[in-house]
């Protein structure tokens, strides 16, 4: 009788899961894959415990019933045997059991975990490569039976073929037509690797090599196979135009105080010939009395044929602005302070109410003070018949990556590149400078400033690179 009673238990263990306790896996299966328990989404309850004797040294403990760990599994291959090792405490004449669900799916139902020390639970599987959902559930009859799970091991009885990767990379992705890229490439689980696209031929499993000049833009591809199939990559590199060749000028926002007469405003001369304007700034404005030290500083940057320009603010203008009063006192007070008759009205509206304001503002310094020249600052593209506010526009001020993607209308070709001046900052390095300038020729714009200085205040420090900058813009003159 009690032998027919054990067949039985064996017939149903079977039945719920397919059951396997031994103390290790197959020996002739490979490992494809294997999970640590700490390594999984803990449920309330449950802890990470040392054990000399788990894998890795920890193991996790659970002791509330219903409880489970889960966590994702990505196969690199095949799988036909997971062992889950586990390991039990008795208690009220009984050990904790344990479920094993795969993908949604319970593949090890309720199994009794019988032993005091790590066993090996083992399950067939038929799992793809590929990610899969792991979730172990402690099913036990009573919370003081406690369960500990150290490892999951997904193993195959046939060997398994990884599947090969492949990584490729231009630097840099874009360059000036002429000029060329490096190809830089690695792979695992190749055993050798073919180029298609912008070259051809075999290639070693790791590699580089350089592009060579390139006058248009090239797609490389590599393609690279091991035992367990092929994998590709493709990088392209992105070839622009020769920069526009067009005589530019750097325009300082000088908006830092000239200490002992110099300081930065001394450091932006030595950046000659191709800094061409800088605006001074006393006091959000000219101030009410004369600072020797800007006078001195505006005085040596007219000296060197640089165009000095003083700052006002016009608040947008009316309704709600500065009235025409108050900008023309602060426009003639440059004058008589600092003999500056060039004039940036700042904070200019692009609304076409305000036209007439802006106009009759230039009209004042243009009669006032013969020759000279006005900046309105709008920030961004006004409608063309806004460029009769001022003798020059600031059509942009901003960020670098801002900049990038932005588009002049058609119409700026009309006027002549002198009529227009770009502010941007955020550019990082001598590079995107270049680039920043090299856009700012291609738009038509004659008047241009990039810093890598940004916000709340780009303008209080000069860039690194001026010296480059300064030379960019003078090399089309």
Same mark, same amino acid.
């Given at each position: 009788?009690?032998?027919?009673?054990?067949?039985?238990?064996?017939?149903?263990?079977?039945?719920?899961g397919?059951?396997?306790?031994?103390?290790s896996?197959?020996?002739?299966?490979?490992?494809?894959?294997?999970v640590?328990?700490?390594?999984?989404?803990?449920?309330a309850?449950?802890?990470v415990?040392?054990?000399?004797?788990? +894998?890795?040294?920890?193991?996790?403990?659970l002791?509330?019933?219903?409880?489970?760990?889960?966590?994702?599994?990505?196969?690199?291959?095949?799988?036909?045997t997971v062992?889950?090792?586990?390991?039990?405490?008795?208690c009220?004449?009984?050990w904790?059991?344990?479920?094993?669900?795969?993908?949604?799916?319970?593949?090890?139902?309720?199994?009794?975990?019988?032993?005091?020390?790590?066993?090996?639970? +083992?399950?067939a599987?038929?799992?793809?490569?590929?990610?899969?959902?792991?979730?172990?559930?402690?099913?036990?009859a009573?919370?003081?039976?406690t369960?500990?799970?150290?490892?999951?091991?997904?193993?195959?009885?046939a060997?398994?073929?990884?599947?090969?990767?492949v990584?490729?990379?231009?630097?840099?992705a874009?360059?000036?037509?002429?000029?060329?890229s490096?190809?830089?490439?690695?792979? =695992?689980?190749?055993t050798?690797?073919?180029?298609?696209?912008?070259?051809?031929?075999?290639? +070693?499993?790791s590699?580089?090599?350089?592009?060579?000049?390139l006058?248009?833009?090239?797609?490389?591809?590599?393609?690279?196979t091991?035992?367990?199939?092929?994998?590709?990559?493709t990088?392209?590199?992105?070839?622009?135009?020769?920069?526009?060749?067009?005589?530019?000028?750097?325009?300082?926002?000088?908006?830092?105080?000239?200490?002992?007469?110099?300081?930065l405003?001394?450091s932006a001369?030595?950046?000659?010939?191709?800094?061409?304007v800088?605006?001074a700034?006393?006091?959000?404005?000219?101030?009410?009395?004369?600072?020797?030290y800007? =006078?001195?500083?505006?005085?040596?940057?007219?000296?060197?044929?640089?165009?000095?320009?003083g700052?006002v603010?016009?608040?947008?203008?009316?309704p709600?602005g500065?009235?025409?009063?108050?900008?023309?006192?602060d426009?003639?007070?440059?004058?008589?302070?600092?003999g500056?008759?060039?004039?940036f009205?700042?904070?200019?509206s =692009?609304?076409?109410?305000?036209?007439?304001?802006?106009?009759?503002?230039?009209?004042?310094?243009?009669?006032?003070f013969?020759?000279a020249?006005?900046?309105?600052?709008?920030?961004?593209?006004?409608?063309?018949?806004?460029?009769?506010?001022?003798?020059?526009?600031?059509?942009?001020?901003?960020?670098?990556?801002?900049?990038?993607? =932005?588009?002049?209308?058609?119409?700026?070709?009309?006027?002549?590149?002198?009529?227009?001046?770009?502010?941007?900052?955020?550019v990082?390095?001598?590079?995107?400078?270049?680039?920043?300038?090299?856009?700012?020729a291609g738009d038509?714009?004659?008047?241009?400033?990039?810093?890598?200085?940004g916000?709340?205040?780009?303008?209080?420090?000069?860039?690194?690179?001026?010296?480059?900058?300064?030379?960019?813009?003078?090399?089309?003159?």
């Amino acid at each position: 009788m009690r032998q027919a009673r054990l067949v039985l238990v064996l017939m149903v263990l079977a039945i719920c899961g397919g059951i396997l306790a031994s103390s290790s896996s197959a020996a002739d299966s490979t490992v494809v894959a294997t999970v640590q328990a700490e390594q999984m989404t803990l449920p309330a309850g449950a802890s990470v415990i040392n054990s000399s004797t788990a +894998s890795g040294g920890e193991a996790v403990m659970l002791t509330e019933p219903g409880s489970s760990l889960t966590t994702s599994v990505p196969l690199p291959g095949a799988v036909t045997t997971v062992d889950v090792v586990a390991q039990g405490t008795r208690c009220q004449r009984g050990w904790p059991a344990m479920t094993v669900s795969l993908d949604g799916k319970t593949v090890l139902n309720s199994a009794s975990v019988n032993r005091s020390s790590w066993q090996n639970y +083992s399950v067939a599987a038929s799992l793809a490569a590929g990610g899969h959902t792991l979730t172990i559930s402690d099913s036990a009859a009573a919370s003081c039976r406690t369960l500990y799970v150290d490892e999951i091991i997904f193993s195959s009885s046939a060997s398994v073929s990884v599947a090969p990767t492949v990584s490729l990379i231009a630097t840099p992705a874009s360059v000036v037509s002429g000029n060329s890229s490096t190809l830089t490439w690695s792979s =695992t689980n190749a055993t050798s690797c073919v180029a298609s696209g912008g070259w051809s031929g075999s290639q +070693s499993t790791s590699g580089s090599i350089a592009t060579g000049a390139l006058t248009a833009s090239t797609g490389y591809t590599l393609t690279c196979t091991g035992s367990g199939g092929n994998a590709s990559s493709t990088a392209t590199v992105t070839v622009t135009p020769p920069p526009t060749k067009l005589c530019q000028a750097v325009a300082i926002p000088a908006y830092f105080y000239p200490s002992g007469g110099a300081g930065l405003w001394g450091s932006a001369l030595t950046a000659e010939p191709g800094v061409g304007v800088m605006i001074a700034n006393v006091d959000n404005g000219p101030g009410t009395s004369v600072d020797s030290y800007y =006078t001195a500083a505006i005085t040596k940057a007219q000296g060197a044929g640089v165009s000095v320009f003083g700052y006002v603010y016009t608040s947008y203008g009316p309704p709600d602005g500065r009235s025409l009063a108050s900008v023309e006192s602060d426009i003639s007070a440059w004058r008589k302070l600092y003999g500056v008759t060039n004039i940036f009205l700042d904070e200019a509206s =692009t609304s076409g109410s305000t036209l007439s304001y802006y106009q009759a503002l230039s009209n004042y310094v243009h009669q006032a003070f013969p020759g000279a020249v006005t900046i309105v600052n709008f920030g961004t593209i006004p409608g063309s018949s806004e460029m009769s506010a001022g003798d020059i526009a600031v059509t942009f001020e901003g960020n670098y990556s801002t900049y990038q993607s =932005t588009r002049f209308p058609s119409w700026v070709t009309s006027f002549a590149p002198t009529r227009f001046y770009n502010i941007v900052y955020n550019v990082p390095d001598q590079a995107s400078m270049l680039n920043a300038l090299s856009e700012a020729a291609g738009d038509h714009v004659g008047y241009v400033y990039a810093t890598n200085d940004g916000l709340p205040n780009p303008y209080d420090t000069l860039p690194p690179y001026l010296s480059g900058e300064a030379s960019q813009a003078h090399s089309g003159c």
